[in-house]
């Protein structure tokens, strides 16, 4: 599934998107996020399944915008660092 | 002096079938929802709805799901200790001392609405007492994706008790009375919570994107004025059910444990 953290307010929509199906469990973002906004658990919304994948920690879903504002310079952008960490690509940024 | 008159206050009422023989069953398992107006408690016994109650949440999660529970069970000759899995959810779900697992309501209100209005459910809205979530499930009621409002309050359910108090109008009437307006209101920003509501549940659910079939949890459900206004803004109508809309994480928390049961938990 598609879990959406973050918010939506005057100034934006501010989501961080993980597929869970995508997930393969390998915590390789945790470490790569220099804010550590990410962590694993089990699915929380799938609470029949026992696979662990990364979720957005609790904390950080109602300000991330600010949290993430560092990798998110004005000019000059690469490719965020929870991204490039992510081999099957289970995670996106809706800004 | 006369009594001052609670306009917020809601009906709190529990049922239990009179046809199930509980002590029979196979599997009891029990679901806490313990919100953050409301608290319910809901009993199945072999996967059907045995018990439940809804209650007003009280300023001590704890004591709420006790009460809960309590009222469920009242009349019903069964004791906590006959219940063999409870699963807790809701906003004070890790505070159910007596519940062998907490499980997020999202996973809670899909399940419910799966069980309630049936497999062809794929939205689900759980409009609950301080916040408000666009769910969009699988024909098991499964969670593929979701979006939550919990930043802003306008339009919940407490948000609706505080305008029933300062309209002097009871709480069960605000939803007509709010027809009595033949135009929309210019926006006030977010502050009028009848229209706000409608308003904000539209955007999520542009970013959730909704199918034929959608279905509406929670106590804002049985508010008339704001389903009407979003039937209206999305041009299709919510599926009814002749489950009361308020139980429904109660009842997803229930099924939710009764699988584990059937697991061997």
């Given at each position: 599934m598609i879990a959406n953290y973050g918010y939506k307010d005057g100034s934006g929509e501010f989501f961080i998107s993980i597929d869970t199906d995508k997930c393969?469990?390998?915590?390789?973002?945790v470490p790569a996020c220099p804010a550590k906004v990410l962590e694993m658990a089990t699915d929380e919304y799938d609470p029949l399944s026992e696979k662990t994948v990364a979720t957005v920690r609790e904390e950080e879903r109602k300000k991330i915008k600010y949290t993430c504002a560092p990798c998110k310079p004005?000019?000059?952008?690469?490719?965020l660092p929870c991204m490039a960490a992510c081999a099957p690509g289970a995670i996106a940024h809706s800004w | 002096m006369a009594e001052m008159q609670e306009y917020w206050r809601w009906t709190e009422y529990d049922w239990h079938s009179?046809?199930?023989?509980?002590?029979?069953?196979k599997r009891i398992a029990a679901g806490i929802d313990v919100g953050s107006v409301s608290s319910q408690a809901l009993v199945l016994v072999d996967g059907q709805i045995f018990a439940f109650s809804n209650l007003r949440t009280g300023s001590n999660s704890p004591d709420s799901a006790h009460k809960a529970i309590n009222g469920a069970l009242k009349?019903?000759?069964?004791?906590?200790?006959?219940?063999?899995y409870t699963v807790g959810t809701g906003?004070?779900?890790?505070?159910?001392?007596?519940?062998n697992r907490a499980i997020t309501e999202i996973a809670c209100h899909a399940r419910g609405a799966n069980f309630m209005a049936?497999?062809?459910?794929r939205t689900v809205l759980d409009m609950g007492g301080q916040d408000c979530k666009a769910i969009h499930c699988d024909e098991r009621g499964k969670v593929s994706n979701f979006l939550m409002n919990d930043k802003c309050a306008a339009g919940t359910g407490r948000g609706m008790e505080v305008m029933a108090d300062l309209l002097s109008i009871p709480i069960k009437d605000i939803g007509d009375l709010?027809?009595?307006?033949?135009q929309e209101p210019q926006?006030?920003?977010?502050?009028?919570v009848v229209f706000a509501k409608s308003e904000r549940v539209s955007l999520l659910l542009g970013r959730i994107g909704v199918e034929d079939q959608f279905f509406i949890t929670g106590?804002?459900?049985?508010n008339p004025g704001v389903v009407k206004r979003l039937e209206k803004e999305l041009g299709i109508q919510a599926v009814k059910s002749?489950?009361?809309?308020?139980i429904a994480g109660a009842l997803g928390a229930a099924l939710f444990a009764d699988t584990l049961l059937q697991k061997g938990a």
């Open positions: 393969d469990s390998c915590a390789d973002c004005a000019s000059g952008r690469g490719v | 009179p046809e199930i023989e509980w002590r029979r069953g009349d019903t000759g069964m004791e906590l200790s006959n219940i063999k906003y004070g779900r890790v505070n159910v001392p007596f519940a049936g497999p062809k459910i709010s027809y009595q307006v033949d926006p006030v920003s977010s502050t009028c106590g804002i459900a049985k002749k489950y009361d809309s308020q």
